[in-house]
């Protein structure tokens, strides 16, 4: 059974029935083996599942990991707010980025949210966690995050167990109003932290092997990776709240401890004063994801003082990355735009790719649904290109203020009725309001290069903020 099997059986298992995503690395697969509702963005899939939560309906979040971004304001609020019915957000990291603009560390969300973290090892774990992560939820009435890699979603184990985790159908309680936001945050820190941090001790997630005065704290999927290397180990369920007592007897009870962890050192940087202590800060191990052979090296050189020495960047060329497909109608659109002299801010989707030769046609490309507010920034009237999804995620607020504040923008709506980059799912079609909110010219694209340059450049001599809607078909998406 693969990670991501074990995933949707426990969803399956738990009773989960509202589960909601955006598309994205590595978690659009899961989704779409759930049958899981898509949403414009993260912070309306995370409150729809709050919503669902509150009338009793267990619910899952699949957020990539710059979704989490996203998403982090409600999610911030619901852990001193309260809950129903369980809610687990499941936060997929990309390591070494396949599908993602940077590389980001889920864990991180647990002590910024102060909600718990549970980070499993393998397919099994990743089972039980969610199991676990559901039961804690409505004990605790806090959403939980289980964090997952695409690692973790391709191993693969022996067949799971199932077993039935259904939920109680609890709704929300009118309680806690009486207190202040600052009432609920002590009370949140004085109670609902305190038991989790007694499950983070007890749970049965947690591993424990001694052997020698050597061992290893792993978190994730690199416990499996630091098995059978000849040291103790702790594995630990947890990344936060972290289980201290069990990790403090460990680190007294060896001589020098590795921390193997991806991709940073969360729980390293919160051990770094002990001088047993080994890791990715003292140069041990290397940041990113990690393997076995990294390991091996780590053990092999304990005792020795790490010296930094010169890096190798990965490049595109490299990795292997390539420009836009050959077919794709919005060639000649590209090629157009880099014949402009004015600054072009693109999006997160296939338009990153024009970043690179042979087309160098976008300068800037900050995030999804980000071009069209960036654009308005320019010191004079530029273009930002976004796609169909992008405007729903998050560009439509960037292009209403851009009306508000009267900003000089020209935006190019690359129409192709897909999120082309995620798998071709379905996107609004907002071209409607689009139109009366600025004026709108329609392009049919693939169209000769000195066309679409020529209508470019009228728009950008118009005063104000318009728009082009280049409508095209990307025939990978059938």
């Not at 267990?58 to 957020?63: A, E, F, I, Q």
């Not at 424990?208 to 369920?237: D, H």
């Amino acid at each position: 059974m693969k990670g991501l099997d074990a995933l949707v059986q426990a969803a399956e298992d738990a009773g989960v029935e509202a589960i909601t995503y955006v598309p994205g690395y590595p978690l659009t697969e899961v989704a779409e083996a759930l049958g899981a509702e898509i949403s414009v963005n993260e912070k309306v899939a995370l409150e729809i599942a709050l919503g669902a939560s509150a009338t009793g309906t267990r619910s899952m979040v699949l957020s990539k990991q710059l979704g989490m971004n996203i998403l982090a304001d409600p999610l911030v609020i619901s852990a001193t707010h309260a809950i129903g019915s369980g809610v687990v957000v499941i936060a997929g990291d990309d390591l070494g980025p396949e599908g993602s603009q940077a590389e980001m560390d889920s864990r991180a969300f647990g002590p910024l949210c102060e909600l718990p973290v549970l980070d499993p090892i393998d397919p099994p774990h990743l089972y039980s966690s969610i199991l676990e992560a559901y039961t804690l939820s409505e004990w605790l009435r806090i959403p939980i995050i289980v964090r997952v890699t695409s690692r973790l979603l391709r191993s693969l184990a022996p067949s799971i167990q199932p077993h039935s985790s259904q939920g109680s159908g609890q709704e929300f309680e009118r309680i806690g109003w009486e207190l202040t936001a600052r009432g609920r945050h002590q009370k949140h820190h004085d109670r609902i932290l305190a038991l989790a941090e007694e499950a983070s001790e007890s749970t049965t997630q947690n591993r424990l092997q001694i052997l020698g005065s050597v061992g290893i704290i792993a978190s994730g999927f690199p416990a499996a990776l630091a098995e059978g290397l000849g040291v103790s180990l702790l594995s630990i369920g947890y990344a936060y709240p972290l289980p201290w007592k069990l990790m403090r007897r460990f680190i007294d009870g060896h001589r020098l401890v590795l921390i193997a962890e991806e991709p940073r050192p969360c729980i390293e940087s919160q051990l770094r004063m002990s001088p047993k202590v080994r890791g990715k800060l003292t140069g041990h191990l290397p940041f990113g994801p990690l393997e076995k052979s990294d390991l091996v090296k780590a053990l092999e050189n304990l005792e020795k003082r790490i010296e930094k020495g010169p890096q190798v960047y990965e490049s595109a060329a490299r990795r292997g990355y390539t420009g836009i497909c050959d077919d794709c109608p919005y060639v000649p659109l590209f090629r157009a735009l880099a014949e402009l002299d004015v600054p072009v801010a693109g999006d997160a989707g296939c338009v990153i790719r024009t970043t690179r030769k042979p087309y160098e046609s976008v300068d800037v490309v900050y995030g999804l649904g980000s071009s069209v507010g960036v654009a308005s920034g320019f010191g004079k009237k530029g273009v930002a290109v976004i796609g169909d999804f992008a405007l729903a995620h998050s560009g439509l607020q960037g292009l209403i203020n851009t009306v508000w504040r009267k900003k000089e923008v020209l935006v190019v709506l690359l129409k192709n009725d897909v999120a082309a980059m995620t798998g071709g799912q379905e996107t609004p079609d907002l071209t409607r309001l689009l139109e009366t909110l600025v004026p709108t010219r329609w392009l049919e694209l693939p169209a000769p290069e000195e066309e679409i340059e020529k209508v470019l450049r009228e728009e950008l001599a118009r005063p104000g903020a318009s728009a082009v809607v280049a409508e095209g078909r990307c025939s990978r998406c059938g």
